[in-house]
């Protein structure tokens, strides 16, 4: 009987190293997969942030290609506008030199023939010369002028702007 007893503890011990060997084996080789698994994941996401640090890589270079471009064309456009602010003011400034003879002219004339000068030329214009002229010109002028023309002149000195402002 004693062996029999011993045969069965043989078993019953190599049974239970065998069940402790699976066990291990399984929780080893599960804990592998979750480790591989892990890993994948991992590897998968790695590969997913390079790719979108590459796409934002394009983005930015190409949103600074962009800028650049808006840059370039800012600066050429600002340079433009000043030659045509330059340009503007040289012809603002002929305008305002021929003018300014015009109105010498007008003040040297007898008042009743730049009366009647004024009185001929279109309203805009006799505005721009009255508006010129000496205070005491102009009213000796504008006693020999049309009651219609003096309104008319009148209104347009009241309502005069400037039509290409400089500034």
């Not at 011990?13 to 699976?22: H, M, R």
């Not at 270079?61 to 340009?87: G, M, P, S």
């Amino acid at each position: 009987m004693k062996k029999r007893f011993t045969v069965n503890k043989k078993f019953f011990l190599f049974l239970i190293v065998f069940l402790l060997l699976t066990v291990h084996y399984s929780l080893f080789t599960g804990f592998v997969h979750a480790q591989d698994d892990m890993v994948k994941f991992i590897n998968k996401r790695h590969k997913e942030i390079k790719e979108k640090e590459a796409t934002l890589k394009k983005e930015e270079e190409r949103l600074n290609a962009i800028r650049k471009d808006v840059d370039e064309r800012i600066q050429k456009y600002t340079k433009l506008l000043d030659r045509f602010k330059d340009v503007l003011g040289k012809v603002e400034q002929i305008s305002n030199e021929k003018l300014d003879r015009l109105v010498k002219s007008y003040e040297s004339m007898p008042p009743e023939e730049a009366a009647a000068a004024l009185s001929a030329i279109n309203q805009p214009t006799a505005v721009k010369i009255i508006l010129k002229m000496k205070p005491k010109k102009v009213g000796a002028v504008m006693a020999y002028m049309d009651r219609k023309k003096v309104v008319s002149v009148t209104e347009g000195m009241i309502n005069f702007e400037k039509k290409f402002p400089t500034k």
